[in-house]
């Protein structure tokens, strides 16, 4: 937001104290004392007795604020106030706030320079970047009326803190109205009454805005280590506004971007990079193949290789990221950045007033997670899966068709070996070292851990599609012979299903999973069952050396065993259990070879039924999964820090879950509507996500993400003060479930397109699917937790009735029925949800959609003036953080809109004149 302008050395000069314009060396400068994490300094503007150029003219002022550093020779333009019309005593709405980083001192000049605005659309000077950083002309529609300056000095220390500053033309001569600067104390709350508005001040005397960066008011003095770890940039905005009874409350408006936006894709990626690498590499393992299956197999893995080494190279351009910590809409079609969330930031409104608690309401602005790079021709990940599958089911392939939940099942087999194999083999070895020692309570321990894990791993092949694996697996080995048992297993169910296969180079489809009528399956009986069967003889044998050891030590009258005894005696334990462990090992690995081989055949199968289409839809199914994981994270972590001390919430979390509404407002029209089939099944994966906290052991507050791409674990780490003030079973480990639900109601002009002349049944059928989705989470949260954990305006509106108005809305199948979106966010506060709302950039619709909000929650929740409510939409829009969202994203305070678009957007999602134009999106 600092613009420098270039200038004459002699005008900037004109405001430094002739001992710094002398000085060689670095100037003395007095420092400003504030609380740390406070705004530097804060002041707010008005103006008396301006003077206008013709006697009957009624000026439409603003005031443009400019710094001089003491330390360099340039005036920097730092801000500008609103434009208040019709008036020559302007109470401007907009003040200044200097950030706590900021370089500013006790010496620093400010300037202050006051325009008339003759046509509030024409103007410029609020509404974009000038180039070259030059002053605006007087002929785009403003004309120059005077100027003063001050130090930051005089105000600080002026008695009534404030002061009262003549404006003079360019020469120095005229005197055109004077200047009210009025230092302002954020920690204090004005309890006056606003009094008569009269009709020239009736626009100006709504609120104050003034403008920060500190990260204090979003984070909390004792949540500012982890939360600063994540947010980044804040930038602030603060109101005053009258209620119905004639008081003020106070309301900051921040707006920061997260860190998160690039560490959880890189994290996730390094994930899916590990994942490819051990599929591959049990694809190599499977072992002599006939050729049909074999020239199969070369073929998938060239494919994923060739994917593998897209991965790592998008993992390492990513890695040489150094700028902003957010994606802008201008990118969100670059391919190194497909993973990244666009314009990913949380937006928070905090409402103090006088009569009720303070309050504080989140959302999180992020463009819809797209594969933008990708492209919509073909449609999104609705469409394309749903093809995907029936052309996979529907054409003969040559290979075994398996269901998505059979290769499903298959993945999860595989992890589950992959996690249990490592762990049984470790404490395996554990009950020896106890054994060695001769230490009885260890060795019940350890013996406890390994059969625990043992039967972890053995339930883990008792599944049906193992078995019909190993199958298919036995008929793709050259030259392979079939068996079938003497009797089978289930003759009269399964006899009719026989499917024969002579030799591998016959199968070309199967329309299911072979039955277990067509192998002989008492060789993997045997091998599985020697697992329990070896378990069995190490419980056996512990049995036994404990109970020599116990009667040995109940002999009376005998004398202290020798320290050579205990040694023998440990010795003469490992000796006996070693062969017992070393078998149990040798039969465990002999069924993870088999039962990796078997869902390895299984993935070979789903990989060779679509290439390329599969990795292809695998490649962009993580694209839009990453962007809606980092939204999911932020908003966790968010939530997680503002409910601490809410113990209903915290009971909640681990009782029931957390409920995650994402608030669509893409059309169903053309790319949109691919961009809204991308969404809907991103959010849908967020299924498969459990959080779990954990207590932090370093300054490193970043969440750590494990697992494969159908279960993820995010851990978010907590400093210890925090970690304490969290329940027991959170303590402990309990896997925190999510709860997604998307909503979704286009608004702009292709809407109307889609309404008229297009299709709307996606729009339809996601807002169904998702009110389900939501009356599930009622019902389970109703079921578990005590009516008193409701939020405290709960007793206002009864949850069960605006489920039912949302039900009502969304069969009503009425056009850009936005009440469906009003509902939906007010039943997800209601319920201690994070809310998220979204666009195709999160920047102008996402804009005209949270301000709406904001403002709608002041006059339902706190009692904004009834009078005020559209003056304080327009002035979050005109001033507010969302206009500084638009200038990070494309460099010009514009909303991307024209006034052909605003005709067909709903009454109150419409921008404030002069606020809005041609701008790259």
Same mark, same amino acid.
């Given at each position: 937001?600092?613009?420098?302008?270039?200038?004459?050395?002699?005008?900037?000069?004109?405001?430094?104290?002739?001992?710094?314009?002398?000085?060689?060396?670095?100037?003395?400068?007095?420092?400003?004392?504030?609380?740390?994490?406070?705004?530097?300094?804060?002041?707010?503007?008005?103006?008396?007795?301006? =003077?206008?150029?013709?006697?009957?003219? +009624?000026?439409?002022?603003?005031?443009?604020?400019?710094? =001089?550093?003491?330390?360099?020779?340039?005036?920097?333009r730092?801000?500008?106030?609103?434009?208040?019309?019709?008036?020559?005593?302007?109470?401007?709405?907009?003040?200044?706030?200097?950030?706590?980083?900021?370089?500013?001192?006790?010496?620093?000049?400010?300037?202050l320079?006051?325009?008339?605005?003759?046509?509030?659309?024409q103007?410029?000077v609020?509404?974009?970047?000038?180039?070259?950083?030059?002053e605006?002309?007087?002929?785009?529609?403003?004309?120059?009326?005077?100027?003063?300056?001050?130090?930051?000095?005089?105000?600080?220390?002026?008695?009534?803190?404030?002061?009262?500053?003549?404006?003079?033309?360019?020469?120095?001569?005229?005197?055109?109205?004077?200047?009210?600067?009025?230092?302002v104390n954020?920690?204090?709350?004005e309890?006056?009454?606003?009094?008569?508005?009269?009709?020239?001040?009736?626009?100006?005397?709504?609120?104050?805005?003034?403008?920060?960066?500190?990260?204090?008011?979003?984070?909390?003095?004792?949540?500012?280590?982890?939360?600063?770890?994540?947010?980044?940039?804040?930038?602030?905005?603060? $109101?005053?506004?009258?209620?119905?009874?004639?008081?003020?409350?106070r309301?900051?408006?921040?707006?920061?971007?997260t860190?998160?936006?690039?560490?959880?894709?890189?994290?996730?990626?390094?994930?899916?990079?590990?994942?490819?690498?051990?599929?591959?590499?049990?694809?190599?393992?499977?072992?002599?193949?006939?050729?049909?299956?074999?020239?199969?197999?070369?073929?998938?893995i060239?494919?994923?290789?060739?994917?593998?080494?897209?991965?790592?190279?998008?993992?390492?351009?990513?890695?040489?990221?150094?700028?902003?910590?957010?994606?802008?809409?201008?990118?969100?079609?670059?391919?190194?950045?497909?993973?990244?969330?666009?314009?990913l930031?949380?937006?928070?409104?905090?409402?103090?007033?006088?009569?009720?608690?303070?309050?504080?309401?989140?959302?999180?602005?992020?463009?819809a997670?797209?594969?933008?790079?990708?492209?919509? #021709?073909?449609?999104?990940?609705?469409?394309?899966?749903? #093809?995907?599958?029936?052309?996979?089911?529907?054409?003969?392939?040559?290979?075994?068709?398996?269901?998505?939940?059979?290769?499903?099942?298959?993945?999860?087999?595989?992890?589950?070996?992959?996690?249990?194999?490592?762990?049984?083999?470790?404490?395996?070895?554990?009950?020896?070292?106890?054994?060695?020692?001769?230490?009885?309570?260890?060795?019940?321990?350890?013996?406890?851990?390994?059969?625990?894990?043992?039967?972890?791993?053995?339930?883990?092949?008792?599944?049906?599609?193992?078995?019909?694996?190993?199958?298919?697996?036995?008929?793709?080995?050259?030259?392979?012979?079939?068996?079938?048992?003497?009797?089978?297993?289930?003759?009269?169910?399964? *006899?009719?299903?026989?499917?024969?296969?002579?030799?591998?180079?016959?199968?070309?489809?199967?329309?299911?999973?072979?039955?277990h009528?067509?192998?002989?399956?008492?060789?993997?009986?045997?091998?599985?069952?020697?697992?329990? +069967?070896?378990?069995?003889?190490?419980?056996?044998?512990?049995?036994?050396?404990?109970? #020599?050891?116990?009667?040995?030590?109940?002999?009376?009258?005998?004398?202290?065993?020798?320290?050579?005894?205990? +040694?023998?005696?440990?010795?003469?334990?490992?000796?006996?259990?070693?062969?017992?462990v070393?078998?149990?090992?040798?039969c465990?690995?002999?069924? =993870?070879?088999?039962?990796?081989?078997?869902?390895?055949?299984?993935?070979?199968?789903?990989?060779?039924?679509?290439?390329?289409?599969?990795?292809?839809?695998?490649?962009?199914?993580?694209?839009?999964?990453s962007?809606?994981?980092?939204?999911? =994270?932020?908003?966790?972590?968010?939530?997680?820090?503002?409910?601490?001390?809410?113990?209903?919430?915290?009971?909640?979390?681990?009782?029931?879950?957390?409920?995650?509404? $994402?608030?669509?407002?893409?059309?169903?029209?053309?790319?949109?509507?691919?961009?809204?089939?991308?969404?809907?099944?991103?959010?849908?994966?967020?299924?498969?996500?459990?959080?779990?906290?954990?207590?932090?052991?370093?300054?490193?507050?970043?969440?750590?993400?494990? *697992?494969?791409?159908?279960?993820?674990?995010?851990?978010?780490?907590l400093?210890?003060?925090?970690?304490?003030?969290?329940?027991?079973?959170?303590?402990?480990?309990?896997?925190?479930?999510m $709860?997604?639900?998307?909503?979704?109601?286009?608004?702009?002009e292709?809407?109307?397109?889609?309404?008229?002349?297009?299709?709307?049944?996606?729009?339809?059928?996601?807002?169904?699917?998702?009110?389900?989705?939501?009356?599930?989470?009622?019902?389970?949260?109703?079921?578990?937790?005590?009516?008193d954990?409701?939020?405290?305006?709960?007793?206002?509106?009864?949850?069960? *009735?605006?489920?039912?108005?949302?039900?009502?809305?969304?069969?009503?199948?009425?056009?850009?029925?936005?009440?469906?979106?009003?509902?939906?966010?007010?039943?997800?506060?209601?319920?201690? *949800?994070?809310?998220?709302?979204?666009?195709?950039?999160?920047?102008?619709r996402?804009?005209?959609?949270?301000?709406?909000?904001?403002?709608?929650?002041?006059?339902?929740?706190?009692?904004?003036?009834?009078?005020?409510?559209?003056?304080?939409?327009?002035?979050?829009?005109r001033?507010?953080?969302?206009?500084?969202?638009?200038?990070?994203?494309?460099?010009?305070?514009?909303?991307?809109?024209?006034?052909?678009?605003?005709?067909?957007?709903?009454?109150?999602?419409?921008?404030?004149?002069?606020?809005?134009?041609?701008?790259?999106?």
């Amino acid at each position: 937001m600092e613009i420098k302008e270039e200038r004459a050395s002699d005008e900037a000069q004109q405001f430094l104290p002739s001992s710094q314009i002398d000085s060689l060396g670095e100037p003395q400068l007095t420092s400003i004392q504030r609380i740390a994490n406070e705004p530097k300094l804060e002041f707010s503007l008005a103006c008396k007795d301006l =003077v206008a150029a013709t006697r009957d003219r +009624k000026l439409n002022t603003f005031i443009q604020v400019s710094v =001089v550093h003491p330390a360099e020779h340039v005036l920097t333009r730092y801000s500008s106030t609103e434009i208040v019309e019709g008036t020559r005593d302007p109470l401007f709405l907009t003040g200044v706030t200097f950030p706590p980083e900021y370089p500013i001192y006790e010496e620093t000049k400010i300037k202050l320079t006051v325009y008339d605005v003759k046509d509030k659309s024409q103007d410029t000077v609020h509404t974009t970047v000038l180039p070259d950083h030059k002053e605006p002309r007087t002929d785009v529609g403003r004309s120059f009326l005077g100027f003063t300056t001050f130090t930051v000095g005089d105000l600080v220390k002026s008695k009534e803190q404030q002061l009262t500053l003549t404006l003079r033309t360019s020469d120095g001569g005229k005197t055109v109205g004077t200047i009210e600067v009025n230092l302002v104390n954020m920690g204090e709350l004005e309890d006056g009454e606003p009094g008569h508005v009269t009709t020239d001040s009736q626009d100006q005397k709504c609120a104050l805005v003034r403008e920060c960066t500190a990260s204090e008011g979003i984070s909390g003095k004792d949540n500012l280590p982890s939360l600063n770890a994540v947010l980044k940039n804040p930038i602030c905005k603060l $109101y005053r506004f009258p209620t119905s009874d004639n008081k003020w409350m106070r309301i900051r408006e921040q707006m920061a971007e997260t860190i998160l936006s690039f560490h959880v894709p890189k994290e996730l990626i390094n994930l899916h990079i590990k994942e490819d690498m051990r599929r591959n590499q049990e694809l190599k393992d499977l072992g002599e193949l006939a050729p049909h299956w074999d020239n199969m197999r070369k073929s998938v893995i060239a494919h994923c290789d060739q994917m593998l080494s897209m991965y790592q190279d998008t993992l390492a351009e990513l890695g040489k990221h150094t700028g902003s910590s957010f994606k802008s809409s201008c990118s969100k079609g670059e391919k190194t950045l497909e993973f990244i969330p666009i314009n990913l930031h949380l937006q928070r409104m905090h409402v103090h007033s006088p009569l009720l608690k303070d309050a504080l309401y989140d959302v999180i602005t992020v463009g819809a997670p797209a594969a933008h790079f990708q492209g919509f #021709k073909n449609g999104g990940l609705r469409k394309l899966l749903s #093809k995907f599958e029936t052309e996979r089911r529907n054409t003969g392939y040559q290979c075994i068709y398996y269901s998505p939940e059979n290769t499903a099942k298959a993945k999860e087999v595989l992890s589950n070996i992959n996690h249990l194999q490592p762990l049984i083999s470790s404490h395996a070895d554990l009950l020896l070292n106890s054994a060695s020692q001769h230490s009885p309570d260890s060795l019940k321990n350890s013996l406890k851990m390994l059969s625990e894990k043992t039967e972890l791993f053995v339930h883990a092949f008792k599944d049906q599609l193992v078995r019909s694996a190993l199958l298919a697996l036995y008929t793709a080995r050259p030259g392979c012979v079939l068996k079938k048992p003497a009797v089978p297993r289930n003759s009269a169910e399964e *006899g009719d299903d026989l499917k024969h296969q002579d030799h591998p180079s016959q199968v070309k489809r199967q329309d299911s999973i072979p039955h277990h009528s067509e192998y002989d399956e008492e060789e993997w009986d045997r091998v599985w069952a020697n697992v329990g +069967k070896s378990l069995n003889c190490v419980i056996a044998m512990v049995d036994k050396l404990l109970e #020599k050891d116990n009667s040995g030590n109940t002999k009376e009258g005998e004398t202290d065993p020798s320290t050579a005894d205990c +040694k023998h005696a440990g010795s003469d334990w490992y000796e006996q259990l070693y062969p017992l462990v070393i078998t149990l090992k040798d039969c465990m690995g002999e069924v =993870v070879t088999r039962a990796k081989q078997s869902m390895a055949f299984v993935l070979l199968q789903e990989l060779a039924c679509g290439l390329p289409q599969c990795l292809m839809l695998t490649l962009r199914r993580d694209i839009v999964f990453s962007q809606a994981l980092a939204g999911l =994270v932020c908003g966790f972590i968010i939530k997680l820090h503002t409910g601490l001390h809410d113990q209903g919430f915290l009971q909640q979390l681990h009782t029931v879950g957390l409920l995650v509404q $994402y608030e669509g407002l893409l059309s169903t029209y053309s790319e949109e509507a691919g961009m809204l089939e991308d969404m809907a099944v991103g959010i849908s994966d967020l299924q498969k996500v459990m959080f779990k906290v954990i207590e932090a052991k370093s300054e490193d507050f970043l969440p750590i993400i494990t *697992g494969r791409r159908e279960h993820y674990v995010i851990e978010v780490q907590l400093p210890a003060k925090m970690f304490e003030l969290l329940p027991q079973e959170i303590k402990e480990g309990k896997l925190l479930r999510m $709860y997604p639900v998307l909503f979704n109601v286009g608004i702009n002009e292709q809407q109307t397109l889609a309404d008229r002349f297009g299709d709307t049944t996606l729009q339809e059928n996601i807002n169904q699917e998702n009110l389900q989705l939501l009356k599930e989470y009622y019902n389970l949260f109703t079921e578990k937790m005590p009516p008193d954990c409701l939020p405290h305006f709960q007793e206002q509106n009864d949850l069960k *009735g605006l489920l039912e108005s949302l039900h009502q809305s969304i069969q009503a199948k009425k056009r850009k029925n936005v009440e469906i979106m009003w509902l939906a966010a007010t039943i997800c506060r209601k319920l201690n *949800g994070v809310r998220f709302t979204c666009c195709k950039s999160a920047k102008d619709r996402t804009s005209m959609s949270v301000t709406l909000e904001q403002c709608s929650i002041l006059r339902d929740e706190h009692q904004l003036h009834k009078d005020f409510f559209i003056r304080a939409l327009d002035c979050m829009r005109r001033e507010g953080c969302r206009i500084e969202n638009v200038l990070k994203n494309v460099k010009c305070r514009k909303y991307a809109f024209n006034m052909i678009q605003l005709m067909a957007f709903p009454k109150y999602y419409r921008p404030p004149e002069g606020t809005y134009g041609k701008s790259d999106t």
